[in-house]
């Protein structure tokens, strides 16, 4: 069985909602994940997993939140080569750049050698019942992406 890890973080409890409902779909897909929030994690457990997935809000103009900068230096000359990835986060569509901490964190996953699977997911603030059903799908379609590659 693959291993999977979910790294993420909230400031109002809307990108914890998404990663709730991913993990929800991963779970009912018999994945074993393990997830954990930005500050209790280190960059350097990603390379002990098969399929990571990050989250994180977008702060500012488009930035990675505070608590997840440290984590994101820290990554710099990770292998993740062979690694299956996605990425998530709440938006506000009040701001200029439209879910900028999803597009970063792909960006820096793909130049760490992972191959990120799936579009990033980016709700609108908090998920409505419908956007938590996308939000279970999306665990789904990671947990087969990285089951299909492993076996």
Same mark, same amino acid.
């Given at each position: 069985?693959?291993?999977?890890?979910?790294?993420?973080?909230?400031?109002?409890?809307?990108?914890?909602?998404?990663?709730?409902?991913?993990?929800?779909?991963?779970?009912?897909?018999?994945?074993?994940?393990?997830?954990?929030?930005?500050?209790?994690?280190? /960059?350097?457990?990603?390379?002990?997993?098969?399929?990571?997935? &990050? #989250? %994180?809000?977008?702060?500012? $103009? *488009?930035?990675?939140?505070?608590?997840?900068?440290?984590?994101?230096?820290?990554?710099?000359?990770?292998?993740?080569?062979?690694?299956?990835?996605?990425?998530?986060?709440?938006?506000?569509?009040?701001?200029?750049?439209?879910?900028? /901490?999803?597009?970063?964190?792909?960006?820096?996953?793909?130049? &760490? #050698? %992972?191959?990120?699977?799936? $579009? *990033?997911?980016?709700?609108?603030?908090?998920?409505?019942?419908?956007?938590?059903?996308?939000?279970?799908?999306?665990?789904?379609?990671?947990?087969?992406?990285?089951?299909?590659?492993?076996?």
């Amino acid at each position: 069985m693959a291993k999977l890890l979910m790294i993420y973080t909230s400031m109002t409890g809307n990108t914890e909602e998404i990663a709730n409902a991913i993990a929800e779909g991963m779970e009912e897909e018999g994945a074993d994940l393990e997830v954990k929030e930005v500050l209790d994690a280190d /960059a350097s457990e990603l390379e002990a997993y098969d399929g990571i997935l &990050l #989250g %994180a809000y977008t702060w500012g $103009d *488009g930035e990675l939140p505070d608590d997840f900068l440290d984590f994101y230096d820290d990554m710099d000359g990770l292998d993740l080569t062979g690694k299956k990835a996605a990425v998530f986060g709440s938006c506000d569509s009040s701001y200029e750049k439209y879910g900028a /901490a999803v597009d970063i964190l792909i960006e820096k996953l793909q130049q &760490l #050698g %992972a191959e990120v699977v799936l $579009d *990033g997911l980016k709700i609108e603030l908090s998920p409505s019942a419908e956007e938590k059903e996308i939000c279970k799908q999306f665990g789904k379609q990671f947990v087969q992406s990285v089951m299909d590659s492993n076996y």
